[in-house]
């Protein structure tokens, strides 16, 4: 048996900007990029045609936004200006989720444990795993949206999970808060523990539970069929979804 942890909403709860389009416009406008007038109707505005269930990640979708309107930039050699700008947009203060650390705990004492998270942001789930009470080395690998390619409920990034915690998606059980987006495990062929019906604090006993029973599910399971560098490791799950 492996299980993967949801990270926002999940074990961590991070402050999100309550307008990302202008959270994203003001770290642009210190970087020395100019901001159309009409920013936020660009923001809001798919760029890349991405297949169903593919992720974007949001430094491309911005910059594709910015050239839209013929804005260009100069790069330094700190790196990406709108990579940076967009990190710092969604740079969270973080706070551990009562019960995370011994769940996390749990999941170990019984086999690999792995942080699946929707993120768009690169660097994110790095940044919010080093301000929570968790430590990466807490997990055996960390597989994110922007790393894998493909959101959750997508069954791409759980298969990618399951290989790279070494178990057959069958005997991967994903905890999260999102009965859709979690919820998509069950469908690849895993189990889900879905935090509105479990709450954290009983997962332990929810995994003894699921031991019991002698499998981590009783759907058929794929093949995996993403690759997953997480060499953000560190990432939305959404400012209104670019993290969950």
């Known amino acids: 048996m492996a299980v993967s942890f949801d990270l926002f909403g999940t074990l961590v709860a991070v402050d999100r900007p309550a307008d990302p389009a202008t959270a994203v416009a003001a770290e642009l406008e210190k970087r020395g990029v100019a901001v159309p007038s ?18 974007v990640p949001l430094p491309a979708h911005v910059g594709r936004a910015l050239s839209s309107a013929s804005v260009e930039w100069r790069e330094t050699g700190a790196g990406n200006v709108v990579r940076r700008a967009v ?3 969604f740079d969270p203060d973080v ?7 011994r769940a996390v705990e749990a999941a170990r004492e019984r086999g690999p444990v792995a942080v699946c998270s929707n993120c768009a942001v690169p660097e994110l789930v790095g940044r919010t795993l080093a301000r929570s009470t968790l430590e990466r080395d807490d997990f055996d690998t960390v597989v994110t949206s ?96 670019h993290m969950k």
């Open 146 to 241: 922007v790393g894998c390619g493909w959101r959750k409920p997508s069954p791409h990034i759980f298969e990618t999970t399951a290989r790279r915690l070494e178990v057959d998606i069958t005997d991967l059980i994903h905890v999260g808060d999102d009965p859709r987006a979690d919820g998509g495990v069950d469908a690849a062929g895993g189990t889900s523990i879905v935090l509105g019906e479990t709450p954290l604090e009983s997962v332990p006993d929810r995994l003894d539970l699921v031991l019991e029973n002698g499998s981590a599910t009783a759907l058929t399971g794929g093949e995996a069929a993403c690759d997953d560098d997480s060499s953000d490791s560190g990432s939305n799950d959404d400012s209104s979804d």
């Open 87 to 89: 990190v710092a947009a």
């Open 95 to 101: 706070e551990t989720r009562g019960g995370a650390r």
């Open 38 to 55: 009409d920013w936020a109707e660009r923001y809001a505005r798919p760029t890349i045609d991405a297949p169903e269930g593919a992720e």
